[in-house]
């Protein structure tokens, strides 16, 4: 059974920095996409950032030049750093995949969330 597994949600000041961490487990023939994605109180679910399995990045324009998504190919982990933190950021955090089982089509997985909370 396939499983994203997020760590490094918290508690943070304005300004701060957190890294969020998102790991694939199970069986499984190769990750595609990656990304994170959030949810404040009250709002929709929205793209924070995604990176392709090649690399090539995109970002939402309210995090631009603040987050950097990356990722591990060889320990299927995809990571965000978070900087300069600001009380909007403040949201459950959800890891996204798109993994492709041996000899079947791609599923998008997502993971359990994380909370982030930026405090003024």
């Known amino acids: 059974q396939v499983q994203l597994v997020e760590s490094g949600g918290g508690l943070v000041q304005v300004g701060g920095s957190l890294k969020l961490s998102c790991a694939a487990s199970?069986?499984?023939?190769?990750?595609?996409?990656m990304g994170w994605y959030r949810q404040a109180p009250g709002n929709e679910r929205e793209l924070v950032a995604v990176i392709t399995r090649g690399g090539t990045l995109k970002y939402a324009d309210s995090v631009k030049g603040r987050f950097t998504i990356s990722r591990d190919n060889a320990k299927d982990t995809v990571f965000l750093q978070m900087n300069s933190l600001k009380p909007e950021d403040t949201a459950v955090y959800y890891c996204?995949?798109?993994?492709?089982?041996?000899?079947?089509?791609?599923?998008?997985?997502w993971g359990q969330g994380t909370q982030v909370t930026v405090s003024s």
């Open positions: 996204n995949a798109g993994i492709r089982p041996r000899g079947g089509m791609e599923v998008n997985y």
């Open positions: 199970g069986t499984y023939f190769w990750i595609n996409d």
